[in-house]
């Protein structure tokens, strides 16, 4: 989930997967794939920030994750 601020500077969570499109209409206007529309405070270069961050430390916790985890059989052996 990405933080965001509505232009009433109120907070919410918003899960990146659901965005459809950014526009920049002097307000940054995130739409969703189910068809609802936020106007953020933050520039369209902000909210693709924040998802790339998102993405990076989603894709380390699941290489950690996978680094940590015991090897199992390979190839249909059994243990």
């Known amino acids: 989930m990405i933080r965001l601020t ?3 500077h109120g907070l919410f969570m918003l899960n990146p997967d659901l ?3 950014l526009e920049m209409t002097p307000d940054t206007v995130v739409t969703l794939t189910n068809g609802h529309q936020f106007m953020v405070r933050e520039s369209a270069e ?3 920030e924040r998802i790339v961050e998102f993405r990076r430390t ?3 916790h699941c ?3 996978r680094i940590a985890e015991p090897a ?3 190839g249909g052996e059994e243990a």
């Open 6 to 8: 509505r232009l009433n």
């Open 19 to 21: 965005i459809e499109h």
């Open 46 to 48: 902000e909210v693709v």
């Open 58 to 60: 989603v894709n380390a």
């Open 63 to 65: 290489l950690i994750t």
């Open 72 to 74: 199992g059989p390979k």
